[in-house]
């Protein structure tokens, strides 16, 4: 299916400033920068399965900097701290411990995890951001299903990460990390629910996250 039509949404920005485009490169650099930090703590020939998880936020560093501009995007502080919270605190975590699971185990979460959210990246294509914003409605592929698949897929990728690195610092990362992505969830549909067509599309796509429970 094809994107719904959307309305205009109030951002707070005066027009033709210049902060959203400040924002917007700002977000992407410390993206990019946590990315990588991220791969190189985890980077051992010997730790191949943490490098592997690590990598799989390359799809997501790579849609970043892609993504189709937008002029709705929330000035409100509270939802840059659960939007960067969300997203860069895993990137801190670090390997250490002694692994909870098999290693297949760990590697069907991972790719379990991983097609999830691919799908939902896919499906968005250029749409794509971190903080609440209007690219578009998007009613296609994964979000058929839940309304945001995409971070359902980060759940078990960083379930995995945590299971083979069950260190004291990943959890407190890790719990910090999904406390951010709920509220960022719920903030986000906050924002969004401004627009009529995503109030449309939340009527028939009743969950969040997980069908049945949120």
């Known amino acids: 299916m094809t994107a719904y039509r959307t309305t ?3 951002t707070g920005f005066a027009p033709g400033s ?3 485009r ?3 490169l700002a977000e992407r650099g ?3 920068a946590a990315f990588l930090y991220y791969l190189v703590v985890n980077y051992n020939p010997h730790q191949w399965l943490n490098f592997a998880i690590a990598f799989t936020d390359i799809v997501t560093v790579w849609f970043i900097l892609i993504r189709r501009p ?3 995007v929330s000035p409100d502080p509270r939802d840059w701290v659960l939007a960067f919270g969300g997203t860069l605190l895993a990137m801190l975590a670090r390997p250490g411990g002694a692994a909870l699971i098999p290693a297949f185990v760990a590697v069907a979460m991972v790719a379990g ?3 999830i959210s691919l799908a939902a990246k896919f499906s968005l294509n250029r749409s794509f951001g971190l903080a609440p914003a209007n690219r578009g409605v998007r009613m296609r592929g994964a979000y058929v299903f839940v309304r945001h698949p995409m971070y359902l897929g980060y759940a078990v990728v960083h379930g995995a990460y945590l299971l083979v690195n069950p260190t004291p610092l990943n959890a407190a990362l890790m719990s910090v990390t999904w406390a951010c992505q709920i509220g960022r969830v719920l903030r986000e ?5 401004q627009d009529r067509a995503y109030r449309r599309y939340a009527r028939i796509v009743r969950y969040r996250m997980i069908p049945g429970l949120f």
């Open 189 to 193: 549909e906050r924002w969004l629910k």
């Open 22 to 24: 400040l924002i917007d």
């Open 30 to 32: 410390t993206v990019v």
């Open 18 to 20: 210049l902060t959203p």
């Open 70 to 72: 937008t002029t709705s």
């Open 8 to 10: 205009p949404l109030t």
């Open 113 to 115: 995890g991983t097609l």
